[in-house]
């Protein structure tokens, strides 16, 4: 789970470099000296391991999938299989997949049980599934093992599980508390561990964990989903092999409007005033979906339309629009911008030409028209994402480094003002006559 985090905590702040260092359980004095020369070594691999003085580092591999070890071959006519997250978006399509391709017996667990008529174990139905809906909260160890108990009872065998639990975290690591990350990740690793407690006797025909491009990319306010995913990964390498069931981690790109990629596509809107590119549509992933294999010597997959090595270096190299462009792409884009809302304090107008600029970042980023110099970011509707493209506008317009805190300290039009005029000015008085007078 350090893993998760070490990826989004250096693309939040880039003034923090992260490094995942793996050791042995007893490691030789050579593997302990090694950890003081990552510490100082300018290489970019985010995750290495020593073993016997050794430096190892991990990579990826295209890899084409042969069918014959496809999931959809391990699919049986009149299978028993239990899908966690059933009947969330991604879980539903899942679901699809297999009752389009067997009759399947089919056991839906999500928090809540499904409502008379549910849409979607309709459709399931009329593919000829079976369908069990059995509601638990997947990181409940008593909850899952009633399932179990349920399933038994009904369908007398159990062929398959399908791990697609999962909650929409996001926030800034800095704003994080420990409760909250946890709270993330219950429906991923404490549901893995669980599974892992009630299956370790059954031969199964395969087991999938349901995991994120996020864990080895990371990704702004991702530190909770991305260390959750990360811990799927290591899971399924932990038991393959080791277990009665083969098992296989997917590390998924983004499935466009569906599942929990909902959130993050109506956030790059709110950013960028346009819609997010890219991504695989629902057929697409379900198409690669039954072709991943099963197979013990294959516990991780990263399925995706992105060339996968780019998409790590761009994770530890980000190289974002610059802030300011995109703020002028989106007025000039016909970005729609609306009135100032009726707020705890009076229209005051920015007076100094600083304040007027600092309005003006804050009208294009907000989309309010009216900008006072004493009305609040996040009365306005800024939150902690908007926050973060506002210090790149400041930092690309007046050369200054202002902090997060600082703009939640003083989160007025005037404030900010102040800050970055009291950064200029401890900078000008750092310098040279000859200095002052060349930048004059």
């Excluded at 199964?204 to 991702?222: E, H, I, P, R, T």
Aim: proline share 6%; net charge negative; charged share 20%.
């Amino acid at each position: 789970m350090l893993l998760g985090l070490g990826q989004v905590i250096p693309q939040e702040q880039a003034w923090v470099r992260c490094r995942c260092v793996d050791l042995p359980h007893r490691p030789s004095p050579d593997d302990v000296a090694a950890v003081a020369d990552e510490l100082l070594d300018p290489d970019d691999e985010l995750l290495v391991a020593w073993r016997g003085g050794r430096r190892h580092a991990r990579i990826f591999e295209p890899f084409e999938p042969d069918d014959a070890d496809s999931l959809a071959r391990r699919l049986r006519d009149g299978g028993v299989y239990w899908i966690l997250g059933g009947l969330g978006g991604v879980g539903l399509r899942l679901a699809e997949a297999v009752a389009g391709r067997v009759r399947a017996r089919l056991v839906l667990t999500s928090r809540g049980a499904a409502a008379p008529g549910h849409p979607g174990i309709a459709a399931l139905e009329a593919l000829g599934a079976e369908v069990l809906d059995a509601p638990a909260d997947a990181a409940d160890p008593a909850a899952l093992r009633a399932v179990l108990d349920r399933v038994t009872a009904r369908f007398g065998r159990l062929d398959g599980v399908i791990h697609a639990a999962g909650v929409a975290g996001g926030g800034l690591v800095r704003l994080r508390t420990p409760a909250s990350l946890r709270e993330e990740a219950r429906p991923k690793v404490d549901a893995a561990r669980a599974l892992a407690a009630l299956l370790a006797d059954r031969p199964l025909d395969f087991v999938v964990l349901c995991s994120s491009v996020n864990a080895l990319a990371g990704g702004l306010g991702q530190a909770g989903y991305s260390a959750a995913n990360a811990f799927l990964d290591a899971f399924a390498h932990a038991h393959a092999g080791k277990s009665p069931w083969p098992v296989v981690s997917i590390d998924w790109g983004r499935w466009r409007g569906i599942g929990l990629s909902v959130a993050g596509e109506a956030m790059h809107r709110s950013l960028a005033g346009e819609p997010l590119q890219g991504g695989m549509s629902p057929d697409e992933a379900i198409a690669a979906f039954l072709r991943v294999p099963v197979r013990a010597d294959l516990a991780q997959i990263a399925v995706g339309p992105d060339d996968l090595p780019a998409l790590l270096a761009f994770a530890l190299h980000p190289a974002p629009e610059s802030s300011a462009t995109l703020l002028a792409r989106r007025v000039s884009g016909g970005h729609r911008q609306q009135p100032r809302p009726a707020l705890g304090v009076a229209y005051r107008e920015p007076e100094s030409p600083l304040e007027r600029t600092v309005a003006a970042l804050w009208s294009d980023l907000l989309g309010v028209q009216g900008i006072g110099v004493q009305d609040d970011f996040f009365e306005l509707g800024g939150h902690s994402l908007l926050a973060i493209q506002l210090l790149g506008a400041l930092r690309e317009t007046y050369a200054v480094e202002l902090s997060l805190r600082s703009l939640f300290e003083a989160p007025t039009v005037r404030g900010h003002a102040q800050l970055i005029e009291s950064q200029l000015m401890d900078r000008i008085e750092s310098m040279s006559d000859e200095e002052v007078a060349r930048l004059l």
